[in-house]
């Protein structure tokens, strides 16, 4: 079975950190998944995690896990916000989902403190502005 898995991204399918505007008109940032591609992406299975070393010490986050049931050509979905106390950290994303009838695979890692102001530039299809790995 896992000879079955592609552990490699099929092209046009990107994790984004965008800064936004919430609803009480505050900056914060969220995590997104992109689909730039023609093929509809089903079963898609996200996992997020942070780790690295800060002031000497090791710091890891909890694993957190997202299923999103699908996700269309040419769309985007919010996976979940985070914080920016864990910037300075390794922030991974780990995604696994069908297409094609094909199980694929692909870990997206935001080295330390690149998710920044000064790495921000306009995320097409999302059209926000945010720092994307694709």
């Known amino acids: 079975m896992l000879k079955d898995i592609i552990t ?24 997104y998944a992109i689909n730039y591609s023609k093929a509809h992406l089903s079963g898609v299975l996200v996992s997020s995690k ?10 890891k986050t909890s ?15 919010k996976i979940e916000p985070i914080q920016e106390d864990v910037f300075k950290l390794h922030n991974e994303y ?5 297409a094609h009838e094909t199980m694929y695979e692909r870990k997206y890692i935001f080295e330390p403190n690149t998710i920044a102001i000064e790495n921000l530039e306009v995320v097409s299809l999302v059209n926000e502005l945010g720092i994307l790995l694709d």
Do not use: C, Q
């Open 8 to 31: 490699e991204s099929l092209p046009g399918v990107a994790v984004a950190v965008i800064r936004e505007l919430n609803d009480t008109k505050d900056w914060e940032w969220n995590v």
């Open 50 to 59: 942070g780790y690295g070393w800060h002031e000497g010490e090791e710091v």
């Open 63 to 77: 694993t957190l896990r997202h299923f999103l049931d699908h996700l269309p050509p040419l769309s985007y979905i």
């Open 94 to 98: 780990w995604m696994s989902y069908y």
